[in-house]
C-alpha cells in the first residue's frame, strides 16, 4: 500500500468541521467522496487537525492509504476536478508508509483574524470576528507573553469526550495591527479542543477592559474553564501550517 500525502485549503464556513458526521457536510467526507470516484473506491482520510465547523485551512495536511499509483503531479488537479469549489487540494506526495499526518505532526500554527470597525464590511465577515469596538492591542500582547511555553492549559479547554492532558507547549505568539484588522498568530505542539478561541475570547475581554491587567496569569493557574473568557466564534480561525 501506498501513502499519499495531501496539502488542502478549505473555506470551513458550509462545512460541520473536518471530521465525518452522522449528518451534514464535512470536508473529511467531501475529499473521501471525491478520491473515490479518482481512485476507484472507498479510502479512509486522516487529518492533521479536526478543525471545527465554520473554520478555514490554508495548509491542512491530510494522508490516505491506496495501492492505485496515479502520479502525485496529477492528483492535484484529478481531485479538484470532482470537489466543491471551496475546497483545493494544492499538492500531492507519496510519503514514507509509515507516515501519518496527525502523530507525525511536530507543531502546527493557527491564525486568528479580528476587525474592529464601527462599519460593517461585507467582504470580511465569513473569515474575521468583526466587533464594534477598538481594543488595547499593547495590553494583549504583554498579557498573551504568559501563554508562551510549555504550561497546563486546562483553563482554555472546552469540555471533551476524551480524557488527554492539558499540558501543551505555544512555541510562538504574536499579535499584529494592520489598520482595522489584528491578527493573532499561535503555534504549538498541539492543541486541545477549543484551545485557541478560548485565548483569543480572554485577549479580547482583556483588550476591551472586561477583564484587568495580569488576569492572564491568573486564569493559566486557576486551570478553571469558567475563569477565562468566552469562545471566539469559528469564522476567524484559520489552520495555517502543519509542520513535521
Known amino acids: 500500500m501506498n501513502t499519499v500525502k495531501l496539502a488542502i485549503a478549505y473555506d470551513g464556513t458550509d462545512y460541520r468541521g473536518w471530521q465525518v458526521q452522522?449528518?451534514?457536510k464535512t470536508i473529511q467526507g467531501e475529499i473521501e467522496k471525491a478520491i473515490k470516484k479518482i481512485f476507484g473506491k472507498d479510502h479512509r482520510l486522516h487529518g492533521s487537525s479536526?478543525?471545527?465547523s465554520g473554520v478555514h485551512a490554508a495548509g491542512q495536511v491530510a494522508h490516505f492509504k491506496t495501492s492505485n499509483m496515479i502520479p502525485a503531479d496529477k492528483v492535484p488537479a484529478a481531485l479538484n476536478s470532482v470537489l466543491p469549489k471551496d475546497i483545493a487540494i494544492l499538492k500531492a506526495e507519496y510519503a514514507e508508509k509509515e507516515?501519518?499526518?496527525r502523530f507525525d505532526a511536530r507543531s502546527k500554527q493557527y491564525r486568528y483574524r479580528i476587525f474592529c470597525s464601527r462599519e460593517k464590511d461585507p467582504f470580511n465577515q465569513r473569515y474575521v470576528w468583526c466587533l464594534s469596538y477598538?481594543?488595547?492591542?499593547?495590553l494583549m500582547k504583554k498579557e498573551?507573553?504568559?501563554?508562551?511555553?510549555r504550561h497546563d492549559f486546562k483553563a482554555f479547554q472546552a469540555s471533551?469526550?476524551?480524557?488527554r492532558s492539558s499540558t501543551r507547549n505555544i512555541l510562538h505568539l504574536d499579535i499584529v495591527k494592520k489598520g482595522s484588522f489584528i491578527t493573532i498568530n499561535i503555534e504549538a505542539d498541539g492543541f486541545l479542543y477549543n484551545m485557541v478561541r478560548n485565548i483569543v475570547g480572554t485577549l479580547v475581554d482583556i483588550g476591551r477592559g472586561h477583564l484587568p491587567p495580569g488576569s492572564m496569569k491568573k486564569i493559566l493557574d486557576s486551570r478553571d474553564r469558567t475563569q477565562a473568557g468566552p469562545t471566539a466564534p469559528p469564522?476567524?480561525?484559520c489552520l495555517r501550517e502543519v509542520k513535521y
Open 144 to 149: 498573551a507573553e504568559v501563554l508562551i511555553g
Open 50 to 52: 479536526r478543525t471545527d
Open 134 to 138: 477598538w481594543l488595547d492591542l499593547s
Open 99 to 101: 507516515f501519518h499526518s
Open 22 to 24: 452522522a449528518s451534514g
Open 235 to 237: 469564522e476567524g480561525l
Open 160 to 163: 471533551d469526550k476524551k480524557e
